[in-house]
């Protein structure tokens, strides 16, 4: 498989702007004009780590790649403290950052990286984020991964909010190449950044974190400061609180907000939000099933990944992956309030971090909270939440607790409140 000189045949004859960024533009044409790093010595089923970002000599060398039926580890210098673990874990061969190729002595190997050299096909490698324990070495069929992108669809003048290491924004950059759209590469992710490129550029989509929006409101430039190209915000990655998305919905009314949902070890899926202001979402597509057990979502995928390299497989015999996120169900559509691992127990009685959270974010003066369970030798455990102020302001505890008690249900009610900075994408960024 070509993949260069299959984007090529669909770019031919067309020098229309595919990649913009903070100095100018480039054409497709200009891509595939890059100086081309040398990589006469990698061969067919190599692991390749990539080092880059969506520049054009780091797209150049990973179309070139994935053509030479490499397994490509795309990465970023931002988690250059974690690239001798990947390395190890992924079982790198050769390393590529910017035109500088090394190699490594690898002498081990994996039975599922052994059935893509065998079958000469490519491979996409994701590390898990957020996870508990070390992050997931995730192997794909790049074949099943890009068979996806065989059906034409519209595009957008798309900023490229996610990473070159995430599953979104490779999606992102494969989908604006099969059908000749226009990504918008940011150099940094900042609101003040992120603001001004898109209106520069005329950006129309902003994929973005919950994390993201919700400092796009405490900054104070919306609705003024907020580019009036922008047509639809999606959202996903993490988990999205309901007062956000109102107060969103509220000041930018003629902007669509939709719900993303996706997993690296199931890739992106299919999703239907109920409405702009709601959180429900209706999960689905082509060979993608769901079904909801114990109150916890469940997804079979056909184009899932082959499995982890350096963990046990999470399939069951079925074919079914456990989630691990706990959903509210309304018909066909589902809301997701937290992980599993955020449920909280006091007395028998269980309920999710979010449902406090979610109360709590009600009360004025409050950017951020975080809610968790703590061991408690009477009831098993007790909630704790620690508040932050929004800049320039101040909390009374006390008021506050009086506030909850009004709006909480006795065994929600925190036993303990801190006024402290809150770690912003805390437990949400989950996979």
Not at 39 to 64: E, K, M, N, W, Y
Not at 209 to 227: D, N, Q, V, W
Not at 379 to 400: A, C, R
Request: proline content about 5%.
């Amino acid at each position: 498989m070509d993949l260069l000189e299959k984007v090529s045949e669909i770019w031919a004859g067309d020098d229309s702007a595919f990649l913009v960024h903070s100095t100018g533009s480039l054409s497709f044409v200009d891509i595939r004009g890059q100086r081309p790093v040398d990589l006469s010595a990698v061969r067919s089923g190599d692991v390749v780590a990539l080092i880059g970002d969506f520049d054009p000599q780091s797209i150049h060398t990973l179309l070139r790649l994935f053509s030479l039926s490499a397994i490509v580890l795309p990465l970023t210098s931002s988690t250059r403290s974690q690239h001798e673990y990947f390395f190890e874990s992924a079982l790198v061969d050769v390393v590529i950052e910017g035109s500088h190729v090394y190699f490594r002595e690898e002498t081990r190997t994996h039975e599922l990286l052994d059935f893509l050299k065998n079958e000469a096909a490519p491979g996409l490698i994701l590390f898990s984020t957020g996870t508990t324990g070390r992050p997931k070495a995730i192997l794909h069929d790049f074949r099943k991964f890009l068979s996806k992108f065989s059906t034409p669809r519209p595009t957008l003048r798309t900023l490229n909010f996610l990473l070159f290491d995430h599953i979104g924004g490779i999606n992102t950059l494969l989908h604006t190449l099969f059908n000749k759209g226009v990504v918008i590469a940011p150099e940094t992710r900042t609101v003040d950044s992120i603001l001004e490129i898109s209106k520069l550029f005329g950006a129309e989509v902003l994929p973005a974190t919950p994390t993201f929006l919700r400092l796009l409101l405490m900054s104070g430039k919306i609705p003024e400061a907020f580019p009036g190209s922008i047509k639809l915000v999606t959202y996903g990655t993490e988990l999205m609180d309901e007062s956000t998305l109102q107060e969103l919905c509220r000041l930018l009314p003629d902007v669509d907000f939709r719900q993303t949902f996706g997993m690296s070890e199931l890739g992106i899926v299919r999703v239907k939000s109920e409405a702009r202001d709601s959180l429900f979402m209706k999960i689905g597509g082509e060979g993608v099933e769901t079904r909801v057990v114990d109150n916890v979502l469940q997804i079979k995928s056909a184009s899932r990944m082959l499995g982890y390299l350096n963990a046990a497989s999470p399939f069951d015999d079925e074919g079914w992956y456990d989630s691990k996120d706990v959903v509210d169900v309304k018909g066909e559509y589902i809301r997701v309030t937290g992980r599993v691992t955020d449920v909280i127990n006091v007395g028998g009685l269980k309920f999710m971090a979010s449902e406090v959270e979610r109360e709590v974010l009600k009360y004025k003066n409050i950017s951020l909270v975080k809610a968790t369970g703590r061991n408690n030798p009477v009831t098993g455990q007790h909630v704790e939440i620690v508040v932050q102020p929004k800049e320039g302001l101040t909390i009374d505890p006390s008021d506050l607790l009086v506030f909850l008690r009004e709006h909480l249900p006795p065994h929600m009610i925190p036993a303990k409140i801190r006024i402290e900075e809150v770690s912003i994408g805390h437990r949400f960024k989950k996979r």
